[in-house]
């Protein structure tokens, strides 16, 4: 059990708790039973997704000395490369498991939106298409991590559409397309040896900074709110040290912190205005 949560990498899991509580909190009547599977189904991806890449990038032969991020089960030789595979396919199938309830309430959408979420997980790394390294990933994440997230997690609340989610979802998504960029920027070297052709790669450290940069102001105008002002600092002092050449390591701490103080204030905004 430790093993496999050391390679789901709980540090990435606000990026899938972030948008379903947004995505609740934008609903009408929450309901606390379809936000808990909603929750889960949502982490049970974003597991899978992690394990997806772990194996891919190690049977591809992605993964270098130089990599510099958390320990990966397939490269480290933690797990052989059957049993990352297994894990990564049971994960997927507890995911779909959860999301039975869901596709019973919500019909056959959230059925084809399971269903892309782990084709989009597993191809992020796996040739021929992984696009990951094709400079992709970023608009993927922005709207998968974000707008659509946000989206159908309100619409299972509801069971209708409606437009301001969409919008709404954006602000995750930039946070989490901060912390991407961050990682490629970390990654960049052996990015390079290993044609991983992110963003990063392909226009520079300075370009992957003011990306970083965008992504981070971007949640302050599409969800503007007072309670935002506590965020000032803590994003004033990640932007510094992102510019002044800071180990990226502790940055991605500071943005991880970042995004669940936002999260945070974001369920401080939605209870003023019940009240």
């Known amino acids: 059990m430790r093993i496999w949560i050391q390679g789901t990498r ?21 309901n606390i039973v379809v936000f808990f599977i909603t929750l889960f189904c949502a982490l049970f991806i ?5 394990l997806a890449n772990d ?3 190690c049977i591809q032969g992605r993964d270098t000395l130089l990599r510099k991020g ?11 490369k059957t049993s990352l595979f297994w894990m990564m396919a049971s994960t997927f199938f507890v995911g779909f498991l959860l999301s039975l309830f869901l596709i019973f309430r919500g019909g056959p959408i959230i059925l084809v939106m399971y269903a892309l979420a782990v084709v989009l997980g597993v191809f992020y790394t796996k040739g021929p298409v992984n696009y990951a390294y094709k400079g992709l990933s970023e608009p993927i994440v922005l709207f998968f991590l974000g707008s659509i997230a946000v989206f159908f997690t309100t619409y299972l609340q509801n069971l209708e559409f409606s ?4 919008l709404a979802g954006l602000s995750p998504g930039f946070f989490s397309v901060a912390l991407l960029a961050l990682n490629n920027l970390r990654d960049v070297e052996e990015d390079r040896m290993t044609q991983k052709n992110t963003l ?9 900074k ?22 000032i600092p803590l994003l004033f002092d990640i932007l510094k040290k992102l510019w002044s050449g800071e180990e990226t390591g502790a940055l991605l701490g500071k943005i991880g912190a970042a995004y669940i103080l936002f ?13």
Do not use: C
Not at 46 to 50: A, E, K, P, S, Y
Not at 70 to 80: C, D, E, I, K
Not at 200 to 208: A, D, K, S
Not at 263 to 275: E, R, S, V
């Open 10 to 30: 709980p540090k990435t899991w606000i990026a899938s708790i972030s948008p379903v509580i947004i995505g609740t909190l934008l609903s009408q009547k929450p």
């Open 46 to 50: 974003q597991m899978g997704t992690n």
């Open 55 to 57: 194996y891919y990038d």
């Open 263 to 275: 999260t945070f204030l974001y369920i401080l905004h939605a209870f003023f205005l019940w009240k």
């Open 163 to 166: 437009f301001y989610p969409l």
């Open 70 to 80: 958390p320990v990966r089960l397939g490269q480290s030789g933690l797990v052989s």
């Open 210 to 231: 003011m990306e970083i940069t965008l992504a981070l102001l971007a949640p302050f105008i599409i969800t503007p709110s007072p309670l935002n002002i506590f965020l």
């Open 200 to 208: 990063v790669v392909r226009f520079g450290e300075r370009f992957g």
